[in-house]
Structure formats: C-alpha cells, structure tokens
C-alpha cells in the first residue's frame, strides 16, 4: 500500500489533549527493506553510510537525519490518512501551543473552552491553583487530562493582557473541518488541516454563513480565513479549495518528484468565490497551508496578515512494508505558481503584525478590515487571471 500524505508536518510546539496512553513496546523494524525504499524511492538519494546507518536503537533520529519528515510507524501505531476526518476526543477542546516559554490555548470552536467563555491564544498560568512555571508541554498536558464530566480550573492571561479564570468541565468533543469564528464584527473561517474529500465541500457550506452572497457574486464583503494553525495535510485538497477562487485552467503551482518532469495543477472548471480574500498566517502555518496561501498570494487573489510562515513544501508518502508497518519518507517537492518554492523559507505576510496582534483575532479582523478598505473592493487578480 503506498498512500500520498502530502504536506503534513509534526510540529513540537503543539500538543493536542488527547485521552489515552501510548504503548511501549514496539516491533522490530524490517531495516533492508527501508533502506531499499529509501534507496530506489526518496527524493534525495541518501548516501549508503547514511542507509546502513540505521539501527533499530536510533531508527527515529537516523531517519530524520536523511530527511527531517521520515517516519517508521509499526503496524499498530499506524493511522491512515485515508481514514481522514473530524478527530473526536475527551478534554477542554484546545491545544496546547509553546511561544518563548510561555504556554497558550488554542480554542477549538464549539469545545468545552469555548462554551465556557476561555478567549483564543490566552496564556495559561495555573492549573486547579497550581502554576505551571517551569513545566514541559507534556507536563502541562497531563494536568489537564481527566475523564468526561471533570472540572479544571484554570487561571489565564487572556489576549487584551487582563487575568482570567475559567471554570471548564471537560466532556467529549468532535473538531470541525471548517470552523465559523465570530471576532471584530466579522464571522472568520478557520481551517486547521486540509483533509482529502472533506475541506473544499466543508468551506463552499461555510461561506454563506460568513454573510458573503456566494459563488460567482462579484460581492464587496470581505472574506476571512484562519490559517495561524493550519499544520498541513493533503496537497491535493488544498490545491482544490484555491481552485474555488481563481478561474479554471489557472496555474496552481507544480509537484516535482524524483526522476520525473513537473507535474502542473490546475484550478478546475466551475464556480468560482470572487469576494475579497484576507489570510491569517503565522509560524505554524505549513506544507499544504503554505501552498494555498503562496498560491493566492503570487496570483494576486489575496493578502496575507500575520507572521512569517513554517517553511515547508514538500509531499511526504507512506508505503506500507512486509510486515505491516508503515515507511513515511519525503518524495516530492511543491513549487509555487512562479517556479519558488518556500521550503526553509517560508511565506513572507503582506503585512506583519507584532506577536501580541497576531495572538489577538479581534486585533486581526482590524487589520484585515483597514486591508479591505485600503484597497477598494479589495485584493482582486490582475487582468491575466480575470479578463
């Protein structure tokens, strides 16, 4: 079995309160079949000191070390991408995100948070009375765990800079794959991870909720999207939901694989959104997030607010092996519409906002309020894209 991934990326800084425990053991990885997959297949060839460098004791560093987004998973660990969708969990329906040794929530919409009234991006300080200075993430994450019907206390600072402290009873909760925020006046779509066969259908279903008229209206609402934590996902899936504001046969951008001659994308016939865009970008927008942005952002479709964006665009793939396990190895490289690509680079916001901004959506929407206005109906192609 061999399934493209593309573009997710693992990033340390979040910590998803997820209940349960992960198990110890582990089987023994089938090390020459890797290292031949690795070998015929990576998109870089690793040099072979590299390959017979790798040992089950220091598998996980030794991948990464060939390429920073291997991974070997054992066959009961694995969890196909295939089987995408809305993750369900018992907790407060936030994660956890680490900026300069602080900790803050990322409030999921319609989770126990936020019906409790906890504001987005505000930095925890206690938990039930007890500070967290000085604890890991990990830490942090296991004094908020609890079953269903459980309480925390915790204390906060939220975005305006006021102390806060919220009383949150944990219970289950399903994550939407579209959310509609409400903040500054505006109703903002946030997306968190491109899902194959699921974000582009749940985003044409969201924007008339957001008051825009639809497709094909040539509307002067603007439209807001959330990418501060879109992490990645499926490349294909966000190629697609640009191809939903840019005419068809236009330029998405290309996949380059090894050996092979680029492979283009192009946006698909049909309806098109026309209304203005404004993307929200930060740090731990990647891979398939950055794509998205990058592509209607050179296409002159929308403007970026917010912070310098991850840096990666590239497609990992699975393989399944012999024994059930699971190889995840980088195999292709995404170049923007104009041939760039932002790996290592990542994408540079049409403006920049301070770190307290970005922490504050009502802050944002601001911004992306003066951007519509400073620019008439706001961002829209140029004549090479609309005739």
Not at 95 to 121: K, M, N, S, T, W
Not at 255 to 266: A, D, E, I, K
Request: glycine share 12%; proline share 5%; hydrophobic share 40%.
């Amino acid at each position: 079995m061999k399934r493209c991934v593309v573009s997710g990326v693992f990033l340390l800084a979040v910590a998803v309160l997820l209940i349960g425990l992960q198990r110890v053991g582990q089987a023994a990885p089938p090390l020459p079949e890797i290292r031949q997959v690795l070998r015929q297949s990576a998109l870089k060839p690793p040099a072979e000191s590299a390959l017979e460098g790798l040992r089950q004791h220091n598998l996980g560093e030794a991948l990464r070390q060939i390429d920073p987004y291997a991974r070997w998973y054992a066959a009961d660990e694995y969890s196909s991408p295939e089987s995408g969708g809305p993750d369900t969990w018992i907790g407060i329906g936030a994660d956890l995100q680490e900026r300069a040794e602080e900790i803050y929530l990322a409030v999921y919409a319609g989770g126990a948070a936020d019906q409790a009234g906890l504001p987005d991006r505000c930095r925890l300080l206690a938990i039930d009375g007890e500070s967290i200075a000085g604890l890991s993430m990990a830490a942090v994450a296991e004094r908020l765990k609890g079953g269903e019907g459980g309480f925390v206390s915790l204390e906060v600072a939220q975005p305006d800079g006021h102390p806060g402290h919220f009383q949150i009873k944990r219970r289950a909760f399903t994550s939407l794959n579209v959310e509609l925020v409400r903040a500054g006046g505006y109703r903002v779509l946030r997306i968190r991870e491109f899902i194959a066969g699921l974000t582009r259908a749940a985003l044409m279903a969201s924007i008339p909720f957001t008051g825009n008229r639809g497709a094909s209206a040539q509307n002067t609402e603007g439209l807001i999207i959330d990418l501060r934590d879109a992490g990645g996902g499926d490349l294909y899936e966000a190629f697609d939901v640009a191809g939903l504001f840019l005419p068809a046969g236009t330029i998405l951008g290309s996949l380059q694989q090894r050996g092979g001659t680029p492979r283009l994308m192009q946006a698909p016939a049909g309806e098109i959104f026309t209304m203005p865009l404004v993307l929200l970008i930060g740090a731990d927008t990647a891979s398939a997030a950055e794509v998205f942005a990058g592509t209607l952002q050179q296409h002159g479709r929308a403007r970026l607010i917010g912070r310098q964006t991850y840096g990666k665009c590239s497609s990992q793939t699975d393989i399944r092996l012999s024994d059930g396990s699971v190889l995840r190895y980088t195999n292709g490289e995404i170049f923007l519409p104009d041939g760039t690509s932002c790996s290592g680079l990542g994408l540079q916001p049409d403006r920049e906002v301070t770190e307290a901004v970005f922490r504050d959506l009502n802050q944002l929407v601001f911004a992306a309020e003066a951007m519509f206005e400073t620019n008439g109906q706001g961002p829209r192609p140029s004549a090479a894209f609309y005739p």
